[in-house]
């Protein structure tokens, strides 16, 4: 119904202005509203990504990036060497490694790498526990596998997103692979849930993704949605045992044999 109020031309038109429009839009959101409480999952992650490069950046060492599509992370490993892998290659064609994880990647050797840094991308393989023998493979003796990955969030990528995870699959996963989880911790409880439910829940119901109309939304709603989200911020500490969260952060140690 919404389709019809502008004709075809005049919405594909103004949908290119506000699309540009958005991108920029958009970094002068994120400076005006903290990432921590817009996207909470995401600061998560990039906190903790922050933290591993502190401990681990360090020279002669080599990490790989699996699934790295545009490596947002690089920025923060400056002394190790590293490389990318990833299905396809990417616009600027910064993948290393092109290939199916769940195929196995014959193009590294074994035991070639320090680190392995897995990010959003587990849900999206077929084999998780094909993946994980690849993980144990390439890596050295003792060398760690940095991995995060959903545990409620709603199916993006699609068709190519396949499952999502609780603390007892990640576990078992590693631990049925030859690696023993050092660390893991999730990214918010039960009101993160909630908030990214209220985030999402109009333009699921009315709009269709990246219309003009779901773009207006978020304009118009940036304000009522930032507020919701700042309450969910706060009350998320009432929410202990956090067994219904956003995404999960681990550390996996590759044992020796
Ligand atoms: C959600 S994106 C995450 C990208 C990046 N790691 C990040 O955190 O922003 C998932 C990535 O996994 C890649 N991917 C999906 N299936 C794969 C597979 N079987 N083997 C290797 N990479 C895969 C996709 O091409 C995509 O770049």
């Known amino acids: ?20 429009d958005m991108e920029k839009l958009f970094e002068v ?29 360090s020279e002669g060492k080599r990490m790989i990036d699996i699934g790295a599509e545009n490596s947002p992370y690089k920025k923060y490993f400056k002394n190790l060497r590293y490389f990318t892998q990833d299905i396809q290659q990417n616009k600027n064609q910064t993948i290393d490694f092109i290939g199916d994880i769940n195929e196995g ?25 094909k993946a994980f023998k690849e ?38 996963l590693g631990e049925s692979n030859g690696f023993k989880l050092e660390h893991i911790a999730p990214h918010g409880g039960i009101f993160q849930v909630i908030a990214r439910i209220f985030d999402t829940l109009l333009i699921k119901l009315f709009f269709e993704r990246e219309s003009f109309f779901y773009y207006l939304y978020i304009v118009i709603f940036t304000i009522p949605i930032f507020i919701f989200n ?11 045992e956090k067994t219904m969260t956003l995404n999960y952060e681990c550390i996996y140690r590759k044992k020796f044999n």
């Open 135 to 172: 993980f144990y493979r390439m890596l050295k003796p003792g060398g760690k596998l940095f991995l995060t990955t959903h545990m409620c969030y709603d199916a993006h990528m699609i068709p190519y997103d396949y499952f999502r995870f609780t603390k007892y699959g990640l576990k078992y």
């Open 105 to 129: 990647l014959p193009d590294i050797k074994d035991a070639s790498f320090d680190y392995i840094l897995c990010t959003q991308v587990l849900e999206h393989l077929r084999e998780p526990h």
């Open 29 to 57: 959101y994120l400076k005006i509203f903290p990432l921590k409480i817009i996207k909470y999952h995401n600061y998560r992650i990039e906190q903790f990504i922050k933290n591993v490069s502190k401990q681990y950046d």
């Open 230 to 240: 700042s309450l969910c911020y706060l009350l998320d500490f009432l929410d202990r």
């Open 1 to 20: 119904m919404l389709k019809n109020i502008f004709p075809n031309k005049t919405r594909k038109y103004l949908l290119r202005i506000i699309k540009l």
